[in-house]
């Protein structure tokens, strides 16, 4: 079983990491300097993955709505390629401000009163044990989404749904587009260079009926590079949420 590593946003947190396994036989490698790469990738060669994230929510100010971003940064280190249990890899760095490392030793940045700005994405790693010290400015840019205001403010299950992408997005591999209701969440992953993505009334039959729905679009991109013999990746999302979906039956 190889293991799929997803970034999306979940409602109104930062984001986070979804897990899958899977067979081989069901992947396809992701081509790193493609636009319309593979929606997924698998990290089954990584022995680090770090991740810079623009979160931007929107909240109704006046009458108009205003963005509200959140920029945070996450990493994780593999114990053997491609593992899911990570490693201690000593101080880990995103435009010089240090992440918290978790009990799991996936590392978070969370000091949001001293906010990242991911102008000028650069990695620091000390390194620990068979981890080296290492450093990386991200050469790619952010992906951006730049078709907010053509999301549906309503979603009827019996009918299901098509959001435009196709040039809204900017800079992306792939595309993650989730929409949640309650507690529950359907998403789907496409190249970035898809012109929209359908959910069917079979896809969103899992969702509850409710006014207080989300959707969110989540492109990414990816760069990789070999240090020391291991291969590491670095990837650049950004995510917008609309919130308050009206999700009817």
Same mark, same amino acid.
């Given at each position: 079983?190889?293991?799929?590593?997803?970034?999306?946003?979940?409602?109104?947190?930062?984001?986070?990491?979804?897990?899958?396994?899977?067979?081989?036989?069901?992947?396809?490698?992701?081509?790193?300097?493609?636009?319309?790469?593979?929606?997924?990738?698998?990290?089954?060669?990584?022995?680090?993955?770090?991740?810079?994230?623009?979160?931007?929510?929107?909240?109704?100010?006046?009458?108009?709505?205003?963005?509200?971003?959140?920029?945070?940064?996450?990493? !994780?280190?593999?114990? &053997?390629?491609?593992?899911?249990?990570? *490693?201690?890899? $000593?101080?880990? @760095?995103?435009?010089?401000? #240090? =992440?918290?490392?978790?009990?799991?030793?996936?590392?978070?940045?969370?000091?949001?009163?001293?906010?990242?700005?991911?102008?000028?994405?650069?990695?620091?790693?000390?390194?620990?044990?068979?981890?080296?010290?290492?450093?990386?400015?991200?050469?790619?840019?952010?992906?951006?989404?730049?078709?907010?205001?053509?999301?549906?403010?309503?979603?009827?299950?019996?009918?299901?749904?098509?959001?435009?992408?196709?040039?809204?997005?900017?800079?992306?591999?792939?595309?993650?587009?989730?929409?949640?209701?309650?507690?529950?969440?359907?998403?789907?992953?496409?190249?970035?260079?898809?012109?929209?993505?359908? !959910?069917?009334?079979? &896809?969103?039959?899992?969702?509850?009926? *409710?006014?207080? $729905?989300?959707? @969110?679009?989540?492109?990414? #991109? =990816?760069?990789?590079?070999?240090?020391?013999?291991?291969?590491?990746?670095?990837?650049?999302?950004?995510?917008?949420?609309?919130?308050?979906?009206?999700?009817?039956?």
């Amino acid at each position: 079983m190889k293991s799929k590593f997803i970034p999306a946003i979940l409602t109104i947190s930062l984001a986070s990491f979804l897990f899958a396994g899977c067979d081989k036989e069901d992947e396809t490698p992701e081509n790193t300097n493609n636009n319309n790469a593979v929606n997924t990738f698998s990290y089954d060669d990584a022995f680090g993955v770090l991740v810079a994230v623009k979160s931007v929510s929107y909240t109704s100010v006046g009458g108009f709505e205003v963005p509200v971003e959140v920029n945070s940064g996450s990493a !994780f280190f593999p114990t &053997d390629a491609g593992a899911q249990t990570f *490693s201690d890899a $000593g101080t880990v @760095s995103l435009e010089g401000k #240090n =992440l918290k490392r978790q009990s799991n030793n996936i590392y978070m940045y969370d000091d949001y009163l001293n906010p990242l700005t991911l102008s000028n994405i650069t990695w620091n790693v000390s390194g620990n044990g068979s981890i080296p010290a290492f450093s990386k400015t991200v050469s790619r840019p952010l992906p951006t989404f730049s078709g907010y205001s053509s999301l549906p403010v309503s979603i009827s299950k019996a009918t299901g749904v098509s959001i435009s992408l196709g040039s809204s997005v900017y800079a992306a591999d792939s595309v993650i587009v989730m929409i949640t209701s309650s507690n529950e969440a359907v998403l789907k992953s496409v190249a970035g260079g898809t012109g929209s993505v359908t !959910f069917s009334s079979s &896809d969103l039959s899992k969702l509850a009926a *409710s006014n207080v $729905g989300s959707i @969110s679009i989540s492109p990414y #991109n =990816l760069s990789d590079e070999t240090i020391g013999g291991k291969k590491y990746y670095f990837v650049n999302e950004s995510s917008y949420v609309k919130m308050f979906i009206n999700i009817t039956e």
